[in-house]
C-alpha cells in the first residue's frame, strides 16, 4: 500500500482525499498557494510545500484545469498557477519522500504529461495511463475509440480541428442543432449551442479563444446537439489484472451552461433494460481501454436511447453520491489499485441501497444573471448533512478560482426523502457575506418537475430566477421596511424609523405611508398598507435605474413594476422578517441593512426621493462584478445604439457581456486586460448633442 502521499490539488477535494487517508493511515503531503495557506486540510499533513506563484503571461504554455474546482491561465492577470505547474508538484512529491501522486480532479488531473512525469520521476499516479489520459482528453479521438468498441455515439466531427473553415464546412453533414466542444477540455468551459449556419462562424471564433486560454488548445469537436436530454453517468473502475466493474448510475441533467448544479445517484425514471445495457456499454468500454483507475462514462438519454459523449479519466466532483449509495470509499478504491493492487469487490459484490442528492455551493448571484460573488464568507450554522468543505467558518472566495465553496451531500432512504432533506440543507445552512446559489436550488429541488424527474439538461437554462421564484430585491426592500414599521405595544409605528422621525408614516393618507429605500442602487418604494395582529401589510412600487444592478438584469431600464397585492410580514425572531412565507434575514449595516433572502445578500439604504413618473439615464456602464475586462469592442470616440455590445468582462469561468443602455458617443474608461472592480466605470455613453 501507498505510505506517503501528495495531494496534487486544493480545496474541498484534497479535504476529501486527507480525510481517506487518516483513515487508512497514510500520511500526506499538501501543496499551496499564500491564498489557500489557511484551509483546513494542511493542519494534519506531514508538510506543506509552497507553490511558485507567477503571473499567467508567464505561464501561457501550461496546461490548464479540464473540470470544476479549478484555475486558468488565461487573461493578463495575475493569478495562482502553482497547482498547473507540473516541474513543481513533482519536485514536492520527490523532496518530500511521497511515493504516489493524487491529482484530484481539475487542475492536472487528466494532462497526460503530468502522469507521465510523474511515473517518470519513480512514483505511482492514482488515474489511469497516459496514453489512455491522451485517447480520452481528445474528444474526437475518444468517440472513435468507443465506437469500434461497440459504444453508442453521436454524429460529429471525425478530428478536433481549430481550422475554422474546415469545421463550417464538416458542420453541414452532421446537421443542426450541434454543439461546440473544446477538443482538449471540459467542465462545460467554452461550449455552446448552435442552431443555424447563421451563427456558426461567430459561435467557433469565442469558442477557440476560449479554449485556447483555459487550456492552451484552441482545437474545436463539433457533434449533433440532442434536444431534451437527460445526461446520465456510470461509474466505473478497472485494475492491472484486467477487471472492469460499474458502481451504478448518476443523473446530472440539472446543470446550467454545462456546469452540473445538482447531481444524485442513482438516476431515476430509467427503464431497468436501459440502464442495465447502459451499464454494459461502460463496461465494454473500459475493458476495451485496458482501464486501470476510477473513471467516468458520461451518456445522453433521450426516451430509451443513449449515447457516449465522453469518458473522465479520473474522480468526479459528484463521487460522493455513489459513495452515499453504495456504502464505499471511492478515494481508497484509487488508491488501492494504484498500488497495484486487484479491485477491492467484484460486480456481484457491489450493491446499493437509498438515493442520495449533491448541492454545489457556488458564490454567485442567480438573480442577477449568475453573477460571480467573490469575496468574504463567514457560515454561522452548518446543516446536518455530509458536507465537503476544505474550512471551518470563514473563507476568502478569490476570483482566480472555480466559485464552488462546498457541496452538501443528502441522503435518504428514497428519492423524496433525499430531496427534501438536500433541500432542508440548503436552506439550514446560515452565513453573512457574498451571495451563493443555495435559495434558488433550494426552490429548484421543491420543482414539480424537478421532484417528477421530468427535467431535461436545459431546464435551468429555461427559467428566469426572478419569474419562476420571486425577486430578492424587492423581497430585501419589503423585509426592511417591515422591521421598520412593524407595530410594538407601545406605539403604532416602531422606533426605529428614520432617525426617530415617524412624520413620513402618515395615518391620515389613503394608505399608511411610503418609504423610499435602495437595493443595491435599485429605487424601491415600499408602501405600507396598514396593521393585522403582529403584522404589516407591504407593497413594492419599483424603478429600475440606469445602473450597475440594473445591467445585470434583464429588466428594462424605464419600467415600473408594481408588486399590486400586498403580502404580510411579520418578525420572527431578532433578525427574521418572514415576509408571506419568505424568510429574510435583516442586519444592520453602517446606515443601512443588508438582507440575506433566497440565499443572496441585498444592501439597503435610504433613497433619495425620486418621482415614480421619471428616470434618469446614467452615462457610465459599470462592471457588474470583480474580474478581467477581456474584451474591448469599442473605442473610443464611436458611435453606439442601445443594446450594443461594449465589451466583456470575465471572472470564475464566466463571461458577462456589457450593452449599451443607451445611444451615444461612447468613451472607454478601462483597457483591455485591466482588473476591474465591482461597480467600476468601464464606459461613458453621453448624448450626441451632449458630447457635441
Not at 229 to 248: S, T
Not at 513 to 519: C, R
Request: charged share 25%; proline share 5%; hydrophobic share 40%.
Amino acid at each position: 500500500m501507498i505510505s506517503r502521499l501528495l495531494i496534487a490539488n486544493r480545496g474541498e477535494i484534497a479535504a476529501r482525499i486527507a480525510r481517506t487517508c487518516d483513515r487508512l493511515g497514510i500520511e500526506y503531503v499538501t501543496v499551496s498557494v499564500a491564498a489557500d495557506r489557511s484551509l483546513t486540510y494542511h493542519a494534519a499533513a506531514v508538510s506543506t510545500v509552497a507553490l511558485p506563484e507567477r503571473d499567467s503571461r508567464d505561464a501561457a504554455a501550461t496546461r490548464a484545469d479540464t473540470s470544476n474546482g479549478s484555475t486558468r491561465g488565461e487573461s493578463a492577470t495575475t493569478r495562482p498557477t502553482g497547482y498547473l505547474d507540473i516541474d513543481a508538484l513533482v519536485r514536492a512529491a520527490t523532496e518530500t519522500g511521497c511515493d504516489a501522486v493524487h491529482p484530484g480532479y481539475g487542475f492536472l488531473s487528466e494532462n497526460a504529461d503530468f502522469a507521465r512525469a510523474v511515473r517518470a520521476a519513480g512514483l505511482v499516479f492514482a488515474g489511469p495511463s497516459s496514453r489512455v489520459i491522451e485517447t480520452m482528453a481528445d474528444k474526437s479521438s475518444a468517440r472513435q475509440v468507443m465506437a469500434e468498441a461497440g459504444v453508442p455515439v453521436l454524429p460529429g466531427t471525425v478530428r478536433a480541428s481549430d481550422d475554422l473553415d474546415a469545421l463550417v464546412g464538416g458542420a453541414a453533414d452532421i446537421g443542426y442543432p450541434l454543439i461546440v466542444k473544446p477538443a482538449g477540455g471540459g467542465g462545460g468551459k467554452g461550449m455552446s449551442v448552435v442552431r443555424s449556419a447563421a451563427g456558426l462562424r461567430e459561435a467557433l471564433a469565442s469558442a477557440s479563444r476560449t479554449a485556447t486560454a483555459a487550456f492552451a488548445d484552441g482545437r474545436l469537436h463539433l457533434e449533433r446537439y440532442v434536444e431534451r436530454a437527460r445526461h446520465i453517468e456510470v461509474q466505473v473502475f478497472g485494475d492491472e489484472f484486467g477487471h472492469a466493474v460499474h458502481l451504478f448510475d448518476r443523473d446530472c441533467s440539472l446543470q446550467r451552461r454545462h456546469q452540473k448544479v445538482i447531481e444524485e445517484a442513482p438516476a431515476p425514471r430509467i427503464p431497468e433494460a436501459v440502464r442495465a445495457a447502459m451499464f454494459a456499454a461502460a463496461v465494454q468500454g473500459t475493458k476495451a481501454l485496458q482501464y486501470v483507475g476510477a473513471g467516468t462514462f458520461e451518456f445522453l438519454l433521450v426516451g430509451d436511447e443513449f449515447f457516449f459523449i465522453e469518458m473522465n479519466t479520473r474522480l468526479q466532483v459528484e463521487h460522493t453520491v455513489t459513495e452515499e449509495i453504495t456504502g464505499l470509499d471511492l478515494v481508497e478504491w484509487q488508491l488501492r489499485v494504484a498500488a497495484g493492487e486487484p479491485l477491492p469487490a467484484d460486480q456481484a459484490e457491489i450493491a446499493y441501497s437509498g438515493a442520495s442528492v449533491q448541492v454545489r455551493m457556488y458564490a454567485e448571484d442567480p438573480f442577477r444573471s449568475f453573477l460571480p460573488c467573490p469575496g468574504g464568507l463567514e457560515v454561522t450554522h452548518w446543516p446536518d448533512v455530509r458536507v465537503e468543505r476544505a474550512f471551518a467558518r470563514h473563507l476568502d472566495v478569490t476570483g482566480g478560482f472555480d466559485p464552488m465553496i462546498a457541496k452538501l451531500v443528502a441522503t435518504g432512504a428514497t428519492r423524496d426523502d433525499a430531496l427534501t432533506a438536500a433541500r432542508r440543507a440548503c436552506e439550514d445552512l446560515r452565513w453573512q457575506g457574498i451571495s451563493t446559489n443555495l435559495g434558488f436550488v433550494a426552490r429548484v429541488l421543491a420543482a414539480p418537475i424537478v421532484a417528477a424527474a421530468e427535467h431535461d439538461t436545459a431546464y435551468l437554462d429555461r427559467i428566469d430566477p426572478v419569474a419562476e421564484f420571486g425577486d430578492p430585491d424587492e423581497l430585501s426592500a419589503l423585509a426592511v421596511a417591515a422591521a421598520l414599521t412593524a407595530p410594538d405595544r407601545a406605539t403604532p409605528w416602531s422606533t426605529g424609523a428614520p432617525g426617530g422621525d415617524r412624520a413620513w408614516l402618515d395615518p391620515a393618507d389613503r394608505d399608511l405611508g411610503s418609504l423610499d429605500l435602495s437595493v443595491d442602487g435599485r429605487a424601491v418604494t415600499v408602501r405600507v398598507g396598514g396593521y393585522e395582529g403582529d403584522a404589516v401589510l407591504v407593497r413594492a412600487d419599483t424603478l429600475d435605474p440606469s445602473g450597475p444592478a440594473a445591467q445585470t438584469t434583464d429588466r428594462s431600464a424605464d419600467t415600473r413594476q408594481t408588486t399590486e397585492v400586498g403580502v404580510t410580514a411579520r418578525r420572527t425572531d431578532s433578525d427574521t422578517i418572514a415576509v408571506g412565507s419568505t424568510p429574510c434575514v435583516v442586519r444592520r449595516d453602517g446606515e443601512g441593512w443588508t438582507c440575506q433572502v433566497a440565499g443572496v445578500s441585498r444592501q439597503v439604504r435610504y433613497a433619495e426621493y425620486r418621482s415614480l413618473g421619471t428616470t434618469a439615464t446614467d452615462p457610465e456602464i459599470r462592471s457588474p462584478m470583480p474580474g478581467t475586462l477581456v474584451q474591448l469592442h469599442v473605442e473610443s470616440g464611436n458611435p453606439v445604439e442601445k443594446g450594443q455590445l461594449l465589451g466583456v468582462v470575465e471572472a470564475m469561468k464566466l463571461e458577462h457581456e456589457l450593452t449599451a443602455t443607451h445611444a451615444g458617443i461612447v468613451t472607454v474608461t478601462a483597457a483591455e486586460g485591466a482588473v476591474v472592480t465591482t461597480a467600476q466605470s468601464l464606459f461613458l455613453i453621453e448624448e450626441r448633442g451632449a458630447a457635441l
